[in-house]
């Protein structure tokens, strides 16, 4: 008996902190009316619940990490095509407006990016598990990146001195 729910209500946060921050790249270009961005970001927001819908492991947030990032690389991720076509937005608007090097980790009490490959990864959203150490150990898709880094974090402070 398979009947259509809607998004699951334990990752509402996260998708909308993911979308949030995709639609405000889009906004901040300034090629996008207020109603091509809320078209966007209901397009956005759904496509991204049901990708997530049997993916999503609050009791183990880093399993299938690697599956809901979001990634671009040179090469647009699927989701966010998706989305735009909702707005007529082409392929190549797409790399005009958004960077060229992204990746968005969605997973359950955080959502974090970095842009560019050797730079810094922020958080965007953040909240406590509801069992604490659930995750202690793992090695996640965000950790395996930064175990393989070939120059240096850019989390440093640098000070000049006269």
């Known amino acids: 008996m398979s009947q259509r729910r809607g998004p699951r209500q ?4 996260e998708i909308a902190a993911a ?10 270009r300034g090629c996008v ?6 078209v966007f970001s209901g397009a956005l927001r759904e496509a991204l619940a049901e990708h997530y819908k049997h993916h999503w492991f609050p009791e183990k947030p880093f399993k299938g990490s690697g599956y809901r990032c979001i990634r ?22 797409l790399y005009q407006l958004l960077p060229s090097e992204l ?5 359950p009490y955080e ?7 050797d730079g810094s990864i922020c958080v965007l959203y953040e909240a406590t598990a509801t069992k604490p ?10 950790n395996q990146l930064m175990l393989g880094r070939t120059s240096p974090s850019k989390n440093y402070i640098m000070t000049v001195s006269s």
């Open 103 to 107: 990746t968005l980790w969605v997973d």
């Open 19 to 28: 979308v949030s921050f995709v639609s405000g790249l889009l906004r901040t």
């Open 133 to 142: 150490g659930s995750s202690c150990g793992v090695l996640t898709c965000k």
């Open 111 to 117: 959502v974090s990016y970095r842009i560019g490959e």
């Open 10 to 13: 334990d990752m509402l946060p």
């Open 72 to 93: 671009i690389n040179h090469k647009m991720d699927p989701i966010i095509c998706k989305a735009a076509s909702h707005i007529g937005l082409s392929l190549s608007q």
């Open 33 to 38: 009316s207020e109603q091509q961005l809320q």
